[in-house]
């Protein structure tokens, strides 16, 4: 202990000055009440690490319940409300974000610089006069159009993307194949953030109506539907929209994930319409083009004109007319069985088809030959839905292509000759069945479904030989 005097000299005479014990203090006596004795934060703080004990113990408990019972997680996450919070929250996120992926895109300019920077610094191939490029040029192109146009280029510039493409035996890519996988990278990249903006709910899918709006933004940029009327946009966005759900939209849930949109034949379809000469392209292509106007018009046309009664469905006598009467009565029976919905009351058109399922149709049979197409008719021609056709269901089906086969004035057919040349042709892994895994695998499922559906494909089938060979001669001078 020390003493002192109240100036700071020391001295012998002063009268040491006494410290009161601790435990008479009131300050010390309430912070020991408060941290040491097990009350206040010191308390605090244990409870807090007991509790973090006790979670992480219940934590690993229940994750190797979990392993050992084979569980399925959560998947299911409430979306948040209307006008909450959290909903504000979301779209505010939402939005700057594809703000920030927009602006990263190259623009036309941008584009059409690094076009202008590829060929001033290419070389030239002797061989075939194509402009080609070796790395150490494409490294330099890079530095001249981060300078042009940004550093918003250099990710096309990467080693990994030089690696993509084809080189000579000098190392060389052609610089046409890199500038149009640029620009379809923008092009995917651009219309993903389109969609984007229009899920309205932010879970990677389309609804019909958010698809629809999707295309009618396209059309002002699409050089052969700028002429559209307007009294038509409506309409022909229906029918669009419907082939994007019919491929993309399989298990038709009513909402196609944008992933499938992008990567689909689809899309690339309905891009081909930015040609702007009506030159280059034909009527022929214009036609089979599900997506331009002239394919629209034509599926209106034919509705109508199969609604006699002007109802805006179609009853099986209506729809036994399609294609001139080519299908059989039992593959209309079955579509309607399959594919088209009852009615709610059950009268009325409670068994007629609308216009929805009328596009269904129509896209099955003009697109045969793809998975879904051939999904859709497998179905109908599966008479008893046991997931394969017998023999009994092949004669069962051609016996009514046989009968207006013959009601054409053709040759007479034998059903079991056609038979087996449709076994052959599938050639099934159980040959005593044929399931759909059969069609897809033989490459020829789209033939044989028009085989067993409509006498007009069965006489192309038939006479294969000779519009192969009509199709090879050259046409004739005059």
Same mark, same amino acid.
């Given at each position: 202990?020390?003493?002192?005097?109240?100036?700071?000299?020391?001295?012998?005479?002063?009268?040491?000055?006494?410290? +009161?014990?601790?435990?008479?203090?009131?300050?010390?006596?309430?912070?020991?009440?408060?941290?040491?004795?097990?009350?206040?934060?010191?308390?605090? =703080?244990?409870?807090?690490?007991?509790?973090?004990?006790?979670? @992480?113990?219940?934590?690993?408990?229940?994750?190797? !319940?979990?392993?050992?019972?084979?569980?399925?997680?959560?998947? &299911? /996450? !409430?979306?948040?409300?209307?006008?909450?919070?959290?909903?504000?929250?979301? %779209?505010?996120?939402k939005y700057r974000f594809l703000k920030k992926q927009s602006d990263l895109l190259l623009n036309a300019d941008d584009l059409d610089a690094m076009w202008v920077c590829l060929?001033?610094?290419?070389?030239?191939?002797?061989?075939?006069?194509?402009? #080609?490029?070796? &790395?150490?040029?494409?490294?330099?192109i890079a530095s001249v159009c981060t300078e042009q146009i940004g550093p918003k280029c250099r990710r096309f510039f990467s080693p990994s993307n030089f690696m993509k493409f084809e080189?000579?035996?000098?190392?060389?890519?052609a610089i046409l194949p890199f500038y149009l996988y640029v620009m379809r990278t923008v092009s995917l990249t651009q219309a993903r953030i389109d969609m984007s903006e229009l899920d309205e709910?932010?879970?990677?899918?389309?609804?019909?109506?958010?698809m629809e709006a999707y295309i009618r933004g396209l059309i002002p940029n699409l050089a052969q539907l700028r002429d559209m009327p307007p009294a038509f946009v409506q309409m022909y966005? %229906?029918?669009? =929209?419907? /082939?994007?759900?019919?491929?993309?939209?399989?298990? %038709?849930?009513? /909402?196609?994930?944008? !992933? #499938?949109?992008?990567?689909?034949?689809?899309?690339?379809?309905?891009?081909?319409?930015?040609? *702007?000469?009506?030159?280059?392209?034909?009527?022929?292509?214009?036609?089979?083009?599900w997506f331009s106007l002239t394919s629209a018009q034509r599926i209106c046309d034919m509705f109508l004109?199969?609604?006699?009664?002007?109802?805006?469905?179609?009853?099986?006598? *209506?729809?036994?007319?399609?294609?001139?009467?080519?299908?059989?009565?039992?593959f209309v029976e079955r579509v309607f069985d399959e594919h088209v919905r009852r009615g709610k009351n059950g009268g009325g058109n409670s068994r007629e088809m609308d216009f929805e399922s009328f596009l269904d149709f129509v896209l099955a049979l003009e697109n045969k030959d793809? +998975?879904?197409?051939?999904?859709?008719?497998?179905?109908?021609?599966? @008479?008893?839905?046991r997931g394969y056709l017998t023999t009994a269901d092949v004669h069962t089906l051609f016996r009514d292509v046989h009968q207006k086969w013959i009601d054409g004035g053709n040759y007479e057919l034998c059903i079991e000759d056609v038979r087996d040349e449709i076994w052959d042709m599938v050639k099934p892994v159980d040959p005593l069945k044929i399931t759909l895994a059969d069609l897809l695998a033989c490459k020829q499922g789209g033939t044989v479904a028009s085989m067993l559906i409509d006498v007009r494909g069965f006489w192309a089938h038939d006479n294969r030989e000779n519009l192969l060979q009509e199709e090879e001669e050259p046409p004739e001078e005059e």
């Open positions: 202990m020390y003493s002192g005097s109240s100036d700071g000299e020391g001295g012998h005479d002063a009268v040491p000055r006494k410290i +009161p014990p601790a435990a008479s203090m009131p300050w010390v006596r309430n912070l020991r009440r408060f941290i040491g004795n097990g009350a206040g934060l010191g308390s605090e =703080a244990l409870m807090e690490l007991e509790t973090k004990r006790i979670l @992480l113990e219940i934590f690993k408990e229940r994750q190797q !319940k979990n392993a050992e019972a084979g569980t399925i997680p959560s998947f &299911y /996450k !409430k979306k948040p409300e209307e006008g909450s919070i959290s909903h504000r929250v979301q %779209r505010l996120a060929r001033e610094n290419c070389m030239i191939d002797d061989a075939t006069g194509a402009e #080609k490029m070796n &790395y150490e040029d494409f490294c330099h080189k000579d035996e000098s190392g060389r890519i709910d932010s879970d990677g899918f389309l609804q019909p109506h958010e966005c %229906r029918i669009a =929209a419907h /082939k994007f759900f019919f491929f993309c939209d399989p298990h %038709r849930r009513g /909402k196609a994930c944008i !992933k #499938k949109v992008l990567l689909s034949n689809c899309l690339q379809e309905l891009m081909e319409l930015h040609q *702007e000469s009506e030159e280059e392209v034909t009527d022929t292509e214009q036609a089979e083009n004109a199969l609604d006699k009664d002007m109802n805006g469905t179609l009853s099986k006598p *209506e729809l036994r007319e399609y294609a001139d009467g080519t299908l059989t009565d039992i793809t +998975p879904e197409g051939l999904t859709y008719l497998f179905r109908c021609l599966d @008479l008893y839905g």
